[in-house]
């Protein structure tokens, strides 16, 4: 199994500024997930993390907008720059062990 | 490219009343997982259930049961004398074999509210 910690577990920012959030897994993964849900919204993969190259961006995603970084295998961050009131999300980050998937409790963003 | 489908979008029942939500998926891969959790308001997902795809033996644990039919690509979960507790979003997901290398794929999720 694996334990996820994410933070913040909520923020409120104002636009145009940037938020990193951070997840800490409990043990060696080699991807890790970050997913978007937009209120009232389904889970919408972001980009797939693998430790020592880049992330890989899902379509109407990009790096300069959500830049990833992955230092080791145990830890993701992800930025979310130049905000606006559309960012407001649930943001989670997953990884997967063998077959189960485990999630972060999330970081519940609000732009204002 | 795979898919999953939740066409009920809002569900209301009256306390104690059973509820079945309907799942059906589209993937090309033979072997395949599919996954509901739920999501209270609090935001976090909760894991309620992993089936392979080979194992068709439809799961019971308490009050939740799980029909998995792969001849009409259904995944469908009911639970039986529902509870104000119940109340949530609920999300069906698939993902294709691949293990770790692989994401899910989510429904459009299910909003479940139980009236006392």
């Known amino acids: 199994s694996a334990v996820i910690s994410q933070k913040p577990s909520r923020d409120i920012c104002q636009r145009g500024t940037s938020l990193t959030i951070q997840c800490q897994v409990d043990s060696q993964v080699t991807m890790m997930f970050w997913y978007r849900q937009q209120p009232g919204q389904s889970l919408t993969l972001i980009a797939t993390?693998?430790?020592?190259?880049?992330?890989?961006?899902e379509s109407g995603f990009v790096i300069d907008k959500f830049p990833i970084s992955r230092p080791n295998l145990t830890f993701s961050t992800l930025t979310v720059s130049n905000m606006s009131p559309e960012d407001s999300s649930i943001y989670l980050c997953?990884?997967?062990?063998?077959?189960?998937?485990?999630f972060g409790q999330g970081t519940r963003l609000t732009v204002v | 490219a795979q898919k999953v489908t939740q066409a009920q979008t809002e569900i209301s029942v009256v306390e104690k009343e059973d509820v079945t939500l309907d799942c059906v998926y589209e993937?090309?891969?033979?072997?395949?997982?599919l996954f509901w959790y739920k999501q209270p308001p609090s935001g976090e997902l909760v894991f309620l259930i992993r089936?392979?795809?080979?194992?068709?033996q439809n799961e019971i644990s308490g009050r939740y049961s799980w029909n998995f039919q792969k001849s009409t690509s259904s995944f469908n979960f009911t639970i039986t004398a529902s509870q104000v507790v119940d109340s949530a979003v609920y999300f069906c997901?698939?993902?294709?074999?691949?293990?770790?290398?692989?994401?899910?794929?989510f429904g459009s999720g299910t909003q479940l509210t139980v009236l006392p």
């Open positions: 993390a693998n430790q020592g190259s880049e992330a890989t961006y």
């Open positions: 089936r392979n795809s080979f194992d068709e």
């Open positions: 997901a698939l993902s294709e074999a691949g293990g770790s290398a692989r994401q899910l794929t």
């Open positions: 997953s990884v997967r062990v063998n077959t189960e998937a485990f």
């Open positions: 993937t090309r891969d033979t072997t395949y997982y």
